[in-house]
């Protein structure tokens, strides 16, 4: 399994910006599907963004779309959330996460489909 560390986290205004980053070890970085999740206080672990290993590929949560972008350098073993816009409804610890794929086309969109999780970064966005 990779082993993911997030970084970027922290509080905004409503209105702002936030950039996540999810650094990852290991040399085949580009063969892991990636995601990020979002858990608020007292709810599910929720989807917000996922992208294919070849960064070809990439899928929104309805919430989030047209707001949020996810991106990958595979050279540098990063995933990038670009969050703007924010919303207060948008705190939550924002996990990455990652599943190696035999194809660099494939993403997924559930949360039971990744085996590999960062320990979470914080973001708090005031009203």
């Known amino acids: 399994q990779v082993q993911l560390v997030e970084s970027g986290g922290g509080l905004v205004q409503a209105g702002g910006s936030l950039r996540l980053s999810c650094a990852a070890s290991g040399r085949t970085f580009s063969r892991y599907a990636m995601g990020w999740f979002r858990q608020a206080p007292g709810k599910e672990r929720e989807f917000v963004a996922t992208?294919?290993?070849?960064?070809?590929?990439?899928s929104y949560a309805d919430s989030v779309k047209g707001r949020f972008t996810i991106s990958r350098d595979n050279a540098k073993n990063t995933l990038y959330l670009q969050m703007n816009s924010l919303k207060p409804e948008d705190t939550a610890i924002y996990y990455c996460?990652?599943?190696?794929?035999?194809?660099?086309?494939?993403?997924?969109?559930?949360?039971?489909?990744?085996?590999?999780w960062g320990q979470g970064t914080q973001v708090t966005v005031s009203s």
């Open positions: 996460a990652a599943r190696m794929t035999t194809y660099s086309s494939i993403w997924y969109t559930k949360r039971g489909s990744f085996d590999s």
């Open positions: 992208i294919s290993g070849s960064g070809d590929f990439t």
